[in-house]
Protein backbone atom coordinates (compact mmCIF):
# COMPACT_ATOMS: atom_id res chain seq x y z
CA UNK A 1 0.00 0.00 0.00
CA UNK A 2 1.11 3.47 -0.49
CA UNK A 3 1.97 5.99 2.26
CA UNK A 4 3.09 9.13 2.55
CA UNK A 5 4.39 10.41 6.13
CA UNK A 6 5.29 14.02 6.98
CA UNK A 7 7.48 15.11 9.74
CA UNK A 8 7.33 17.54 11.84
CA UNK A 9 3.91 17.36 12.39
CA UNK A 10 4.13 21.33 13.63
CA UNK A 11 7.15 23.18 13.70
CA UNK A 12 7.84 26.98 14.96
CA UNK A 13 10.59 28.98 13.78
CA UNK A 14 11.80 32.32 14.55
CA UNK A 15 12.05 34.57 11.50
CA UNK A 16 15.30 33.75 9.78
CA UNK A 17 15.83 30.37 11.10
CA UNK A 18 16.38 27.87 8.32
CA UNK A 19 14.54 24.62 8.52
CA UNK A 20 13.64 21.26 6.66
CA UNK A 21 10.22 18.97 6.64
CA UNK A 22 10.54 15.96 5.97
CA UNK A 23 8.60 13.83 3.39
CA UNK A 24 8.89 9.90 3.74
CA UNK A 25 6.97 7.71 1.43
CA UNK A 26 7.46 4.20 -0.10
CA UNK A 27 5.29 3.55 -3.05
CA UNK A 28 5.65 0.98 -5.79
CA UNK A 29 6.62 3.01 -9.01
CA UNK A 30 7.00 6.55 -7.89
CA UNK A 31 5.52 8.68 -10.86
CA UNK A 32 6.32 12.33 -9.18
CA UNK A 33 6.32 13.76 -5.94
CA UNK A 34 4.69 17.03 -4.93
CA UNK A 35 4.71 19.57 -2.47
CA UNK A 36 1.79 22.54 -1.67
CA UNK A 37 1.10 24.80 0.54
CA UNK A 38 -2.23 25.35 2.33
CA UNK A 39 -3.35 28.23 3.98
CA UNK A 40 -5.87 27.96 6.83
CA UNK A 41 -9.11 27.80 5.69
CA UNK A 42 -8.12 27.71 1.84
CA UNK A 43 -7.25 25.54 -0.85
CA UNK A 44 -3.55 23.86 -1.22
CA UNK A 45 -1.55 25.83 -3.76
CA UNK A 46 0.90 23.99 -6.29
CA UNK A 47 4.45 24.62 -5.51
CA UNK A 48 6.83 21.52 -6.87
CA UNK A 49 6.57 18.53 -8.80
CA UNK A 50 10.34 15.81 -8.41
CA UNK A 51 10.41 13.30 -10.77
CA UNK A 52 13.84 11.64 -10.11
CA UNK A 53 15.95 11.01 -7.36
CA UNK A 54 18.83 13.89 -6.97
CA UNK A 55 16.41 16.57 -8.29
CA UNK A 56 15.84 19.61 -6.82
CA UNK A 57 13.75 22.56 -7.62
CA UNK A 58 13.51 26.36 -5.84
CA UNK A 59 11.12 29.08 -5.27
CA UNK A 60 12.28 32.12 -3.43
CA UNK A 61 13.18 30.76 0.46
CA UNK A 62 11.93 27.26 -0.61
CA UNK A 63 14.13 24.52 -2.40
CA UNK A 64 12.75 20.64 -2.69
CA UNK A 65 14.69 18.04 -2.79
CA UNK A 66 14.13 14.04 -3.38
CA UNK A 67 15.73 11.18 -3.06
CA UNK A 68 14.47 7.11 -3.41
CA UNK A 69 12.80 7.16 0.23
CA UNK A 70 12.12 11.05 1.22
CA UNK A 71 11.58 14.42 0.29
CA UNK A 72 12.53 17.85 2.07
CA UNK A 73 11.46 20.89 1.62
CA UNK A 74 13.81 23.07 3.10
CA UNK A 75 13.32 26.86 3.98
CA UNK A 76 15.57 29.11 4.19
CA UNK A 77 15.52 32.50 6.28
CA UNK A 78 12.05 32.56 6.32
CA UNK A 79 9.59 34.96 7.17
CA UNK A 80 6.08 35.00 9.24
CA UNK A 81 4.43 35.19 5.38
CA UNK A 82 5.71 31.17 5.05
CA UNK A 83 3.44 30.16 7.72
CA UNK A 84 1.20 27.56 6.25
CA UNK A 85 0.52 24.24 6.07
CA UNK A 86 2.95 22.03 3.68
CA UNK A 87 1.55 18.84 2.15
CA UNK A 88 3.24 16.44 0.48
CA UNK A 89 1.67 14.01 -2.25
CA UNK A 90 2.87 11.13 -4.29
CA UNK A 91 1.57 9.60 -7.75
CA UNK A 92 2.12 6.17 -8.07
CA UNK A 93 0.00 4.35 -10.38
CA UNK A 94 -2.69 6.04 -12.47
CA UNK A 95 -6.45 5.99 -12.47
CA UNK A 96 -9.16 5.13 -15.07
CA UNK A 97 -9.21 6.91 -18.19
CA UNK A 98 -5.73 8.80 -16.97
CA UNK A 99 -6.88 10.74 -14.42
CA UNK A 100 -4.39 11.32 -11.41
CA UNK A 101 -3.81 9.11 -8.21
CA UNK A 102 -2.26 10.87 -5.47
CA UNK A 103 -1.65 9.86 -2.29
CA UNK A 104 -1.11 13.03 0.75
CA UNK A 105 0.87 13.32 3.34
CA UNK A 106 -1.21 14.70 6.52
CA UNK A 107 1.01 17.75 6.20
CA UNK A 108 3.27 19.65 8.49
CA UNK A 109 1.94 23.18 9.95
CA UNK A 110 4.89 25.80 10.03
CA UNK A 111 4.58 28.49 12.11
CA UNK A 112 7.22 31.86 11.68
CA UNK A 113 7.00 33.88 14.39
CA UNK A 114 8.61 37.67 14.20
CA UNK B 1 -8.78 34.93 -14.93
CA UNK B 2 -8.58 31.54 -15.11
CA UNK B 3 -9.35 28.67 -12.21
CA UNK B 4 -11.34 27.15 -9.71
CA UNK B 5 -14.44 28.10 -7.72
CA UNK B 6 -16.66 26.09 -4.86
CA UNK B 7 -19.40 27.40 -3.71
CA UNK B 8 -20.99 28.18 -1.57
CA UNK B 9 -17.72 28.47 1.12
CA UNK B 10 -19.67 27.49 4.15
CA UNK B 11 -22.03 24.96 4.53
CA UNK B 12 -24.80 23.43 6.86
CA UNK B 13 -27.06 20.40 6.91
CA UNK B 14 -29.53 19.26 9.23
CA UNK B 15 -29.45 15.33 9.54
CA UNK B 16 -31.27 13.65 7.36
CA UNK B 17 -30.58 16.51 4.55
CA UNK B 18 -28.44 15.82 1.39
CA UNK B 19 -26.76 18.76 0.09
CA UNK B 20 -24.69 19.77 -2.74
CA UNK B 21 -21.56 21.50 -3.12
CA UNK B 22 -20.47 23.04 -6.35
CA UNK B 23 -17.63 23.01 -8.72
CA UNK B 24 -16.43 24.92 -11.66
CA UNK B 25 -13.61 25.62 -13.39
CA UNK B 26 -12.56 27.75 -16.78
CA UNK B 27 -8.74 25.69 -17.54
CA UNK B 28 -10.10 23.74 -19.78
CA UNK B 29 -8.75 20.47 -17.66
CA UNK B 30 -9.84 17.21 -18.95
CA UNK B 31 -10.28 15.94 -15.38
CA UNK B 32 -11.50 16.77 -12.55
CA UNK B 33 -11.51 15.49 -8.57
CA UNK B 34 -13.37 15.54 -5.22
CA UNK B 35 -11.23 15.35 -2.09
CA UNK B 36 -12.52 15.09 1.94
CA UNK B 37 -9.72 16.98 4.04
CA UNK B 38 -10.14 16.28 8.17
CA UNK B 39 -8.22 17.67 10.66
CA UNK B 40 -4.68 15.52 10.97
CA UNK B 41 -5.40 13.63 8.01
CA UNK B 42 -4.33 13.70 4.63
CA UNK B 43 -6.51 14.69 1.70
CA UNK B 44 -8.56 11.41 0.99
CA UNK B 45 -10.06 10.68 -3.06
CA UNK B 46 -14.18 10.63 -2.78
CA UNK B 47 -14.93 10.71 -6.70
CA UNK B 48 -13.02 11.96 -10.00
CA UNK B 49 -13.88 12.31 -13.64
CA UNK B 50 -11.55 12.17 -16.60
CA UNK B 51 -14.08 13.17 -19.30
CA UNK B 52 -17.83 14.63 -19.41
CA UNK B 53 -20.53 12.02 -18.73
CA UNK B 54 -17.84 9.41 -17.23
CA UNK B 55 -16.78 9.52 -13.47
CA UNK B 56 -15.11 6.75 -11.00
CA UNK B 57 -15.42 6.13 -7.25
CA UNK B 58 -12.49 7.08 -5.32
CA UNK B 59 -11.03 5.65 -2.06
CA UNK B 60 -14.07 6.83 0.22
CA UNK B 61 -17.43 7.35 -2.39
CA UNK B 62 -19.64 6.04 0.09
CA UNK B 63 -22.60 8.31 1.08
CA UNK B 64 -21.88 10.67 -1.84
CA UNK B 65 -23.11 11.07 -5.90
CA UNK B 66 -21.21 13.15 -8.55
CA UNK B 67 -22.38 14.01 -12.09
CA UNK B 68 -20.48 15.34 -15.13
CA UNK B 69 -22.65 16.62 -17.49
CA UNK B 70 -19.98 19.45 -18.51
CA UNK B 71 -16.66 19.61 -18.96
CA UNK B 72 -16.15 22.76 -16.32
CA UNK B 73 -18.64 21.34 -13.70
CA UNK B 74 -18.57 18.53 -11.49
CA UNK B 75 -20.75 19.39 -8.20
CA UNK B 76 -20.89 16.70 -5.46
CA UNK B 77 -24.10 15.61 -3.56
CA UNK B 78 -23.38 14.90 0.25
CA UNK B 79 -26.26 12.32 0.93
CA UNK B 80 -27.61 11.34 4.29
CA UNK B 81 -26.02 8.26 3.94
CA UNK B 82 -22.57 10.04 5.07
CA UNK B 83 -22.50 9.23 8.63
CA UNK B 84 -19.86 11.51 9.28
CA UNK B 85 -20.29 14.13 6.82
CA UNK B 86 -18.64 17.37 8.66
CA UNK B 87 -15.15 17.97 6.67
CA UNK B 88 -13.49 20.51 4.13
CA UNK B 89 -14.15 19.63 0.53
CA UNK B 90 -11.78 20.50 -1.85
CA UNK B 91 -12.37 20.02 -6.24
CA UNK B 92 -9.26 19.99 -7.53
CA UNK B 93 -8.76 19.70 -12.16
CA UNK B 94 -5.58 18.59 -13.62
CA UNK B 95 -4.03 18.46 -16.69
CA UNK B 96 -1.34 16.47 -18.42
CA UNK B 97 1.28 18.91 -20.66
CA UNK B 98 4.23 18.69 -21.84
CA UNK B 99 4.98 15.36 -20.01
CA UNK B 100 3.87 16.75 -16.43
CA UNK B 101 0.92 16.19 -14.65
CA UNK B 102 -0.42 18.75 -11.92
CA UNK B 103 -3.34 18.82 -9.88
CA UNK B 104 -4.97 22.11 -8.51
CA UNK B 105 -7.12 23.31 -6.39
CA UNK B 106 -10.08 24.81 -5.53
CA UNK B 107 -10.66 27.22 -2.13
CA UNK B 108 -13.11 24.56 -1.06
CA UNK B 109 -16.55 24.20 0.94
CA UNK B 110 -16.54 23.52 4.49
CA UNK B 111 -19.47 21.26 5.64
CA UNK B 112 -21.40 21.25 9.23
CA UNK B 113 -23.73 19.02 9.82
CA UNK B 114 -26.27 20.45 12.82
Known amino acids: EDQVTQSPEALRLQEGESSSLNCSYTVSGLRGLFWYRQDPGKGPEFLFTLYSAGEEKEKERLKATLTKKESFLHITAPKPEDSATYLCAVQAGGLYGGAQKLVFGQGTRLTINP | DGGITQSPKYLFRKEGQNVTLSCEQNLNHDAMYWYRQDPGQGLRLIYYSQIVNDFQKGDIAEGYSVSREKKESFPLTVTSAQKNPTAFYLC?????????????FGPGTRLTVL
Open chain 2, 92 to 104: ASSILAGGEHTQY
